[in-house]
Nanobody, 125 residues
Framework: QVHLVESGGGLVQAGGSLRLSCALS????????MGWFRQAPGKEREFVTGISWGGDRTYYADSVEGRFTISRDNAKNTVYLQMNSLKPEDTAVYYC??????????????????WGQGTQVTVSS
């Protein structure tokens, strides 16, 4: 059974930075494309960014392009989301997700087989 555990959320002022981590266990991490999604209250879950299983391809939503960076360390079975220049509209629960042999640009949540429990990110103005 695949498990994903996120960490690193918290409260930050606008313009600040946070780094989220997501560790995968129970299967071969390098077989999975990884994605980050977020969900704000009253809104649908939305794609933020994805990375290919080898880490050579990444894809970003327009809203975070240039501010967020996704990366992965296959030796540590971990994917990261570095978030800089945070804005109040970035406030949401952030989820990591795993897509077996998927692509970095897979934006539909339905294509991801495994999900973490989510971590809250709150950006104050």
């Amino acid at each position: 059974q695949v498990h994903l555990v996120e960490s690193g959320g918290g409260l930050v002022q606008a313009g600040g930075s946070l780094r989220l981590s997501c560790a995968l266990s129970g299967h071969t991490f390098s077989n999975y494309a990884m994605g980050w999604f977020r969900q704000a209250p009253g809104k649908e879950r939305e794609f933020v960014t994805g990375i290919s299983w080898g880490g050579d391809r990444t894809y970003y939503a327009d809203s975070v392009e240039g501010r967020f960076t996704i990366s992965r360390d296959n030796a540590k079975n971990t994917v990261y989301l570095q978030m800089n220049s945070l804005k109040p509209e970035d406030t949401a629960v952030y989820y990591c997700a795993a897509n077996l042999l998927g692509a970095a640009w897979t934006t539909s949540p339905r294509e991801y087989q495994y999900w973490g429990q989510g971590t809250q990110v709150t950006v104050s103005s």
